[in-house]
DNA sequence: CGGTAACCTGGGAT
DNA sequence: AATCCCAGGTTAC
């Protein structure tokens, strides 16, 4: 029954797109006989949500690209797409499989952080940071998500020290232990495994699945949470209402979870806005712009902090999505993206407005190009 | 307590 | 071709 496909688990069927109608593009595969996929319209634009922004740079490893600006993914036990209308228009979603649409709806929009004003807070950077300004003309819509804990901690437990590829791949395992809810262009999709499952998966098979050292990371914290009074799941959304700081070192007891990791729990499923997770991306970043006194300095767990607390009196309470973005634009795809931005700003003044159009599509393609490397394996 | 070496793996650079 | 290096870190000395 399935679509041949030439190479194995981790590709991007859909490339180059299909010229079909714009409206309504039904993946070709099977739709779990609910028929004709139909597309609701969010309230959401595309200055609220880039989904090549939000979905391919890092905040989750689980939603994959199903088509040229269509990104498919499980939100609980609902499979949803998302796809942009038109280059700047307002976002769309499908369900593929729902037992109640409405509760996925809210499901949805709770998942998307949709109550938060992206416009609102980015015009609040732009103020305080000209740089922040400057890069949020060109990187709009950069969102970041509210996942659920449990999913959020274990995608990022395989995070450290390891590769999108290799991550991506690792996280596909987990995931392909929960139930089966479909599959959209030829990628299958799971619901996220309970805590009871995972904790059915040895450390042994993780290793031979290829997590190496992060193996014991995995059975660790579920054994850990599974002991927590209460039940781990319900554990980790306490931390919901926790300040950071106690979230964070809550977050730390567990096996494998550091301050980067804690700091990615926390943004990116735990409500804590101010969570500033510093790589060396955010390392640099800080560096060069908000301490350049500590230039050159090796990136310790104190210096970590250090960071954070900068970067939370420079943009505030919701410095982590400002954080988010500043992020993205070190990423050397977007990096690409900038400069061909600027070279047209430039041109444009001597020379056409056609170049800089022509560049500017360059530069989609571009974006596209990367959001498929980044989706795909080796 | 702050600083440094192992730690699994695989792809790309040297 | 054999090694080294690195990738969104954490842990153990």
Redesign the pocket.
């Known amino acids: 029954m399935k679509r041949p496909r030439t190479s194995p688990s981790l590709s991007v069927p859909g490339y180059p797109p299909p010229p079909s109608p714009p409206v309504t593009p039904v993946p070709s595969q099977k739709l779990y006989r609910t028929g004709k996929p139909k597309w609701f319209t969010l309230k959401l634009d595309r200055s609220e949500l880039s989904l090549p922004l939000t979905f391919p ?3 989750t490893f689980r939603w994959k690209q199903t088509g040229e600006i269509q990104f498919t993914g499980a939100i609980g036990p609902h499979l949803v797409s998302l796809r942009h209308l038109s280059e700047d228009g307002a976002v769309s979603y499908c369900l593929h499989r729902t037992a109640d649409s409405a509760a996925a709806e809210r499901a949805l929009l709770d998942f998307l952080n949709a109550e938060i004003s992206l416009a609102e807070l980015w015009s609040g950077f732009s103020e305080k940071d000209p740089r922040f300004a400057e890069l949020a003309r060109h990187l709009r819509g950069a969102r970041v998500l509210r996942q659920d804990p449990l999913e959020c901690l274990m995608q990022f437990l395989c ?8 991550i991506t791949k690792m996280v596909g395992f987990i995931s392909s232990l929960g139930f089966h809810l479909g599959s959209v262009g030829g990628l299958e999709f799971h619901q996220f495994p309970s805590l009871d499952r995972l904790s059915s998966v040895s450390e042994e098979e993780l ?1 031979e699945a ?1 997590f ?3 193996a014991k990371y995995i059975t660790g914290t579920v054994h850990a949470l599974q002991s927590k009074p209460g039940g781990g799941t319900e554990w980790l959304l306490s931390l919901r209402k926790l300040d950071l700081q106690d979230a964070i070192d809550e977050l ?1 007891t567990l ?8 700091a990615c729990i926390a943004l990116f499923s735990l409500d804590q806005h101010s969570a500033i ?1 510093v ?4 390392w640099k970043i800080a560096t060069s712009y908000l301490l350049p006194e500590l230039a050159g300095a ?1 990136l ?1 767990a ?1 210096l970590c902090s250090r960071v954070a607390e900068a970067f939370v009196r420079k943009y505030g309470e919701y410095a982590g999505w400002a954080q988010t973005l500043l ?1 993205i634009a070190e990423l050397p795809a977007q990096k690409a993206l900038l400069q061909s931005y600027s070279q047209s700003i430039q041109e444009d003044k001597h020379i056409s407005a056609e170049k800089g159009r022509i560049l500017k599509l360059a530069a989609m393609k571009n974006e596209a190009m990367t959001v498929r490397k980044n989706v795909s394996g ?1």
Not at 159 to 166: K, T, V
Not at 279 to 282: E, L, R, S
Request: contains cysteine; aromatic residues 6%.
């Open positions: 740079t890092g905040q995070s450290s020290n390891n590769n999108i590829a290799r290793r290829g190496g050292y992060r730390c096996p494998g979870v550091g301050p980067k990791v804690a997770p790589d060396t991306h955010v090796r310790t104190k992020f080796p």
